[in-house]
């Protein structure tokens, strides 16, 4: 039989109604029968323990289909796509996913701070689903060697099965990232850093941005340290950090640290329309990690972005950010 080449529509939907049936037969989330199908689709087998008639319902599903002949990010977004539907079937405050128009600009930025570099490494401490890095990897040439780090365990199956689904090797480890990870110092560092409280006061204390003024730590802040410390000299982070990072009584703790142990190369604000609530606005931060040849920037690359969806003014942001990196880096 002649296999079927799917276009994004077809393949979401290949997706939907397969992890459906799982869903339903094993009475599990949306979430977990999206990771199950993923893993049946890779390996080209039904993995689960299903009656023979919704096996050979499913196999109905993936008859004919053969991935190899589709694009990554037609699976990346088709994939993205299922685990969005299942998001909102099931909001937790973890599963939330970096939107797909800033994956692909930080997938640019990171192109053009790794520039010079045949090839790279990469770190996401805040792995999710892995959004981020696949749009990275599906973006560049160059060899990456890319870590991620999640501590949900269905945030890291639906990781895992999507890495595979567009043939990346990642290394995944599922643990809580502030806690010590066992990866060496990377060339870059992305993030959709998570915001707000740190639960574990214990391990928070062996972080120079612990908080100084009694409760929990803010752990947009650890992350910024941590990122820091796998960083290896002169490496750079690049995440999504909340616009009201640099407020409040810590902030002075914050831009210290900043200023002792890297440069700021820029901030870029993402547009508000993109936030339900402008309370939960981000910006882009870009960092560089000091060391022997690293220089401040004449000056920081600062802009506020405007909607993606707005080509001719994106096609200008880009042109300024181009001619700064020629100026600057």
Known sequence: MTATILDMEKLFQLFDNSTTIIMNELHISYLEALAETGANIFEGEILQDLDSFTERRLQKEYEGVDLSQTSNETIRKAFQLAILKGMKEAIQPNHEMT??????????????????????????????????????????????KAYGVEVDEILMKLAFAGANLQRHEIELFRQDALQPIFVEAVDIVVADVPVGFYPNDVVANEYE??????????????????????????????????????EGEEAANLNAFIKKNAVIIGLLQLPLSMFKNNKHAKSIFILQKKGEDVREPKQALLAELPSFSKKEAMRGIIKNIDNWFKENL
């Open 209 to 246: 941005l612990a908080t100084k003024s009694g409760g929990h730590s803010l752990a947009h802040y650890l992350y910024i340290e941590k990122s820091l410390k796998h960083l290896k000299d002169g490496g750079f982070f690049v995440a999504m950090i909340p616009n009201f990072m640099f």
């Open 99 to 144: 939107p797909d128009a800033v994956s692909i600009f930080i997938s640019y930025l990171v192109e053009k701070l790794m520039s010079k570099k045949e090839q790279f490494s990469l770190l996401d401490p805040a792995y999710g689903t892995g959004n981020l890095v696949t749009a990275i990897l599906n973006n560049t040439n160059k060899a990456v």
